[in-house]
């Protein structure tokens, strides 16, 4: 299907473990985010990517790590999941010239136990 | 760093129009203002996107004050299906970095 695609949609881990969520747009935008979105705090930017293999830190990057070799995927990993990091995870699009318009996939529901 | 403040939440009547206000006072220059609807269990979805003076589209109408230090959106006629929450965001893919969404603003609208 065409649009952004978020992959999986719920996932639950135990603490210390390693997780990675997908994100694929069929877009070819160049700009692609991921957001973590917690009760009282809106969407808080993590990482972002301008183009494949550039990648840059948002306001919360802290035990995340990010990957953009093609230019419609850009995964998210935790490379030892905490369980502050138990949250929903959104992934968005955009291109240069629409100012911040966004396309936001479905989101992932991460709980880490 | 452009960060807003909007109200936590508003109540509407079906049929109402109805404005919710954004304010950004540090917004910078190439700061865009944004405005996203999102209902529960789903991502954020575009409504309008301004940059000075007033934009209106099919849904949704938004005002910019001259200095830029707010704006509020104006949903005309609001049904049921218009409960979600709204958020406002102000900046610059060249400033990427720094985007960040306010809280929103939670409308309930009902009969």
């Known amino acids: 299907d065409a649009g952004i695609t978020q992959s999986p949609r719920y996932k639950i881990t135990e603490t210390g473990r390693q997780v990675t969520l997908m994100c694929h747009q069929t877009?070819?935008?160049?700009?692609m985010f991921w957001y973590r979105q917690d009760l009282g705090h809106g969407l808080r930017l993590i990482y972002y990517?301008?183009?494949?293999?550039?990648?840059d830190k948002g306001e919360v990057p802290d035990g995340y790590v990010v990957s953009r070799s093609k230019t419609e995927n850009f995964p998210l990993t935790l490379e030892s999941a905490t369980r502050s990091q138990t949250s929903v995870y959104f992934c968005a699009s955009s291109s240069p010239g629409t100012g911040t318009i966004q396309y936001f996939g479905a989101g992932t529901r991460l709980s880490v136990l | 760093l452009a960060k807003t403040t909007q109200p936590i939440s508003m109540d509407s009547y079906e049929g109402q129009e109805v404005n919710i206000t954004c304010s950004h006072n540090n917004i910078a220059t190439n700061d865009y203002i944004t405005w996203y609807q999102q209902f529960p269990s789903q991502g954020p979805r575009f409504i309008i996107q301004?940059?000075?003076t007033k934009v209106t589209n099919e849904v949704a109408s938004l005002f910019i004050p001259a200095d830029r230090k707010s704006s509020t959106l104006s949903l005309p006629r609001v049904s049921l299906s218009d409960t979600a929450v709204y958020y406002c965001l102000v900046g610059d893919l060249g400033t990427a970095s720094k985007l960040t969404f306010g809280t929103g603003t939670r409308l309930q609208v009902t009969l």
């Open positions: 877009w070819s935008h160049s700009y």
């Open positions: 301004g940059y000075k």
């Open positions: 990517s301008a183009a494949a293999d550039i990648t």
